[in-house]
T-cell receptor, first 113, second 118 residues
Framework: DTGVSQNPRHKITKRGQNVTFRCDPISEHNRLYWYRQTLGQGPEFLTYFQNEAQLEKSRLLSDRFSAERPKGSFSTLEIQRTEQGDSAMYLC???????????FGQGTRLTVV | AQTVTQSQPEMSVQEAETVTLSCTYDTSENNYYLFWYKQPPSRQMILVIRQEAYKQQNATENRFSVNFQKAAKSFSLKISDSQLGDTAMYFCAFMGVYSGGGADGLTFGKGTHLIIQP
C-alpha cells in the first residue's frame, strides 16, 4: 500500500455536468476526509467518514455536493450540476484514528468550463 | 468555530539559514492539536510536525521545531539549516478534540510560500 490514491488526477467538465471523484485511503485507516483547495488558499474541510458512517456533512458547500463510503473502504465525492466556481483541487485524506496523522492524496484537479 | 491565521504570504531565505513561519489561531476549545503541513509543488500535503495542546513541551522533528504559546494562541514553525528541498507552501492547521475523544477535520490557514534560495 503506497498511500492515499485519488482518481482521476485531472478532470475537465462542462458547466452543468455531474462529476464523481474517487479516493482509496490507506488500508486499515478508519477515518477518511474530503477537502477542497482553491488557488492561493488552504484546504477547506468538507466532510468525513468513520468507517462507512458520514459523521459531518454540514460543511459540504451546497446540496449539489455529496459523498459516500459504502463499505468503509474507498469513498466517492460527487458534484452535480457543476458550476465554474467549483473549479478547485479536491483532496482526500485518511487517518488511523481521529487524532492521528492524516495522510493526503495528490488530489483531483477539477476545471469547469 | 476556529480560525487559523498565517500573516506571511511569502518568505525567502538563503540556504542554510534559519527561518520562522508564524501562525496564530482562535478557538474556544481547550483540547486540540496543531499541525504544520508542507505542500511541495507536486501538491501532496505532508505532515511536518504536530503539537498536542495539553503538552507544554514544544515539539521537535530534526530541523523542524515549534514555539507553542497556548495563552497567546500562537504556533510558529522554525526551520533550521534550511535546504533547497524545503521550498514549498507551509500550512498551519488546527484540529479540535471532543470530550469523547473524537475529532473533526482540520482547519487550515492560507499558507506561507517559503522559498529557499541557493
Amino acid at each position: 500500500d503506497t498511500g492515499v490514491s485519488q482518481n482521476p488526477r485531472h478532470k475537465i467538465t462542462k458547466r452543468g455536468q455531474n462529476v464523481t471523484f474517487r479516493c482509496d485511503p490507506i488500508s486499515e485507516h478508519n477515518r477518511l476526509y474530503w477537502y477542497r483547495q482553491t488557488l492561493g488558499q488552504g484546504p477547506e474541510f468538507l466532510t468525513y467518514f468513520q468507517n462507512e458512517a458520514q459523521l459531518e456533512k454540514s460543511r459540504l458547500l451546497s446540496d449539489r455536493f455529496s459523498a459516500e463510503r459504502p463499505k468503509g473502504s474507498f469513498s466517492t465525492l460527487e458534484i452535480q450540476r457543476t458550476e465554474q466556481g467549483d473549479s478547485a483541487m479536491y483532496l482526500c485524506a485518511s487517518s488511523l484514528r481521529p487524532n492521528t496523522e492524516a495522510f493526503f492524496g495528490q488530489g483531483t484537479r477539477l476545471t469547469v468550463v | 468555530a476556529q480560525t487559523v491565521t498565517q500573516s506571511q504570504p511569502e518568505m525567502s531565505v538563503q540556504e542554510a539559514e534559519t527561518v520562522t513561519l508564524s501562525c496564530t489561531y482562535d478557538t474556544s476549545e481547550n483540547n486540540y492539536y496543531l499541525f504544520w503541513y508542507k505542500q511541495p509543488p507536486s501538491r501532496q500535503m505532508i505532515l511536518v510536525i504536530r503539537q498536542e495542546a495539553y503538552k507544554q513541551q514544544n515539539a521537535t522533528e530534526n530541523r523542524f521545531s515549534v514555539n507553542f504559546q497556548k495563552a497567546a494562541k500562537s504556533f510558529s514553525l522554525k526551520i533550521s539549516d534550511s535546504q533547497l528541498g524545503d521550498t514549498a507552501m507551509y500550512f498551519c492547521a488546527f484540529m479540535g478534540v471532543y470530550s469523547g475523544g473524537g475529532a473533526d477535520g482540520l482547519t487550515f490557514g492560507k499558507g506561507t510560500h517559503l522559498i529557499i534560495q541557493p
